[in-house]
C-alpha cells in the first residue's frame, strides 16, 4: 500500500496570505493525485486532480505542482473560506488518502 | 445537476447487518466509478472500494476486504455498501463518491452508528 504523508498537521496563515501544503507519496505515483478541500461538517470538494488540473469552478487561487512522490497545493491570497482540512489522495495504485493538513486562521 | 443521495443515519447494535445505499442522477450512472470512503469521528479519509457499475466490477482495499461488500444496481442509479455482522468500530461517516482519477462529486454522508 501507498503512504501519503502530509505536512506540515496544522499550518497557521493570516487572510491574504499564501499557503503551501506538502504530500509525498511512499513510492512514485506518476501524477495520479488529487486534493480536496473538507469544512467541519461538510463532504469533500475535490479541487485538483492530475496533480495540477482545477476541477471545475475551484477558483484559480489554488494551484497543484509536482511529479513522482513530491507535491505541493499552493493557495495564494487566503480568503475566509479557504481555511479548512485539505487531503491528499493518490489513485495510482490501491487509492489512500494522506492524513490531512488543517489549515486555521492565523 | 451531477447528485449522489445517500440514505439516511442509522444506528445498530454488533452483530447485526446493514446496507447502505448511493442514488446517483443528472449524469450516464454507468459511465463512472463509484467509490466509498470512511470518515470515524474527527479522523482522515479512509478508502474503502469502488465499483464499476456498468459491469460492477469492484476493487477492495485489502484491509476492508471480506468485512464489506460493495454492489450496484443500474437498473436503479444506485449503489451499495454493506455488512452481514457490524463491530462498534463500524462507527463512522460514510461518503460516496464518483470517479477514478480524482473522486468529483460526493454524496452527502451516511453517518452510521454501531453501539450496544
Known amino acids: 500500500e501507498i503512504v501519503m504523508t502530509q505536512s506540515p498537521g496544522t499550518l497557521s496563515v493570516s487572510p491574504g496570505e499564501s499557503a503551501t501544503l506538502s504530500c509525498r507519496a511512499s513510492?512514485?505515483?506518476?501524477?495520479?493525485l488529487a486534493w480536496y478541500q473538507q469544512k467541519p461538517g461538510q463532504a469533500p470538494r475535490l479541487l485538483i486532480y492530475?496533480?495540477?488540473i482545477r476541477a471545475t469552478g475551484v477558483p484559480a487561487r489554488f494551484s497543484g505542482s509536482g511529479s513522482g512522490t513530491e507535491f505541493t497545493l499552493s493557495i495564494s491570497s487566503l480568503q475566509s473560506e479557504d481555511f479548512a482540512v485539505y487531503y491528499c489522495?493518490?489513485?495510482?495504485?490501491?487509492?489512500?488518502f494522506g492524513q490531512g493538513t488543517k489549515l486555521e486562521i492565523k | 445537476e451531477v447528485q449522489l443521495e445517500q440514505s439516511g443515519a442509522e444506528v445498530k447494535k454488533p452483530g447485526e447487518s446493514l446496507k447502505i445505499s448511493c442514488k446517483g442522477s443528472g449524469y450516464s450512472f454507468t459511465s463512472h466509478w463509484i467509490g466509498w470512503v470512511r470518515q470515524m469521528p474527527g479522523k482522515g479519509l479512509e478508502w474503502m472500494g469502488i465499483?464499476?457499475?456498468?459491469?460492477?466490477?469492484?476493487k477492495y482495499r485489502p484491509s476492508f476486504q471480506g468485512h464489506i461488500t460493495i454492489s450496484a444496481d443500474k437498473s436503479i442509479n444506485t449503489a451499495y455498501l454493506q455488512w452481514s455482522s457490524l463491530q462498534a468500530s463500524d462507527s463512522a461517516m460514510y461518503y460516496c463518491?464518483?470517479?477514478?482519477?480524482?473522486?468529483?462529486?460526493w454524496g452527502q454522508g451516511t453517518l452510521v452508528t454501531v453501539s450496544s
Open positions: 492530475g496533480a495540477s
Open positions: 465499483i464499476y457499475p456498468s459491469d460492477s466490477t469492484t
Open positions: 463518491a464518483r470517479g477514478r482519477s480524482g473522486l468529483d462529486y
Open positions: 513510492q512514485s505515483i506518476n501524477g495520479n
Open positions: 489522495h493518490q489513485y495510482n495504485n490501491w487509492d489512500t
